[in-house]
């Protein structure tokens, strides 16, 4: 379990606790109703891509200032100078895109709360400078690290022949040869997947936007995944389902955490830096990507980039090739 953050009435962090003393109002009580809670009220007002998102950024925060994901946590007693103690929490754990949509989450049910009567006008606003005005800002730059073809080798070696590691085995390969953000693999139905025609279709992207994705023809994708739809059946529902001990499939789906843990726990157990991340495999198929077609736009559609800047902004070909020069220096 994630150890709790605490806040001391000075507002000082002290280590990787925030101590929030009974004076500073915090409070964990469910609210009387669903309809009261501002956070049923934000969630429902969001696509089903953000929902998912904004559920689990809110767990995380929900987590780290009391210890369980669980708490019934009322949002509206926390105080506008909690934010940066908050955002420096998820900083020194998260990436800069994580951390700005856990914030942006934060924000959100702060503004449900100021529009349910929560809190007051004066104190959203508040609330929104401390979220807004501070974001962590985009590198002009994409960062992270290629994933070569004999790491992913070794990841699909420690996925062994159970449910588990056959299920492993198909989900790297999705992110590998596909390139699929982990929330787009979360949230990817057993429908979704076109064993004819080889494609992933309709992947559910950021904005709720839908794209079809080709399997490569070299089928290595597509024999991994036809194995764990063997081993999963053909039932309606996730593609990717929890499995509890003893290979019992539940039949419910991953978050997209989840997704995260899977690459972790097989970057330890393979023995490869523990800096691989599931953005990398992503990373790592457009610029794989570009370098066989030369063609940002289709790469683009591909990676369901609405601009070819930013598809752009993953092409490490060109540092690549300067690493493997240095090495034959």
Known sequence: ?????????????????LQIQPFDGLRTAPYPSADSSPVVAMLGSKGEASRRKYSESLRTITTLLTGSEDAALRWESLQPAHVGMIRQALTERY???????????LRSVMGVCWKMGYITHETFQLFHGETKSKTVSRSKYDTGRLVTGEEFAMLLGTCDGSPLGVRDAAMLSVMFYAGLRRSEVA???VSQYDKKTRLLVDVVGKGNKTRPVPVPVNARLAARLNAWV???????????QSIRRGGHITGQGLTSQAVYNVVSA??????LDSDIAAHDFRRTFITNALTASGNPVLVADIAGHSNPSTTARYDR????SYRD???KL
């Open 230 to 240: 063997a081993v999963r059946g053909n039932e309606p529902g996730p593609l990717f």
């Open 266 to 271: 097989h970057a330890a157990a393979a023995g």
């Open 1 to 17: 379990m994630t150890t709790a953050l605490t806040v001391t009435h000075q507002n000082a962090i002290t280590g990787q606790t």
């Open 187 to 189: 949230s990817l139905t």
């Open 325 to 327: 020069f240095m090495e």
């Open 317 to 320: 070909s060109g540092l690549q």
């Open 95 to 105: 990436s800069r895109s994580t951390v700005n949509r856990h914030i942006a989450a």
